[in-house]
Nanobody
Framework: VQLVESGGGLVRPGGSLRLSCTAS????????MGWYRQAPGKERELVAS???????DYADSVKGRFFVSRDNAKNTMWLQMNNLKVGGKAVYFC????????WGQGTQVTVSS
């Protein structure tokens, strides 16, 4: 499956962004998916996952602020990020969960005043 992330940008602390992940390849609906992020100098981490049926799970650091959803008919997954905290920038990626070996370009999110 090929994945393309979009929706990143510069946002002020406390603001919101909605990231999108569009898949091609025909098997998206069968996959459990995840949103991952990587800050400069840090390891990539899982922030949210969603099963093929919509069951979600979140890293403790984003619980109550981030919400993952998907539309299998549209081969698309979203990450609604609210109350973003100041912390520099990170690149957000989507990938199956557990993650496969191939990563897309990601989309950069910068939280800064």
């Amino acid at each position: 499956v090929q994945l393309v992330e979009s929706g990143g940008g510069l946002v002020r602390p406390g603001g919101s962004l909605r990231l999108s992940c569009t898949a091609s390849g025909g098997i998206f609906s069968f996959l459990e998916m995840g949103w991952y992020r990587q800050a400069p100098g840090k390891e990539r981490e899982l922030v949210a996952s969603i099963s093929r049926f919509g069951t979600t799970d979140y890293a403790d650091s984003v619980k109550g602020r981030f919400f993952v959803s998907r539309d299998n008919a549209k081969n698309t997954m979203w990450l609604q990020m609210n109350n973003l905290k100041v912390g520099g920038k990170a690149v957000y990626f989507c990938n199956p969960f557990p993650a496969g070996p191939t990563w897309g370009q990601g989309t950069q999110v910068t939280v800064s005043s």
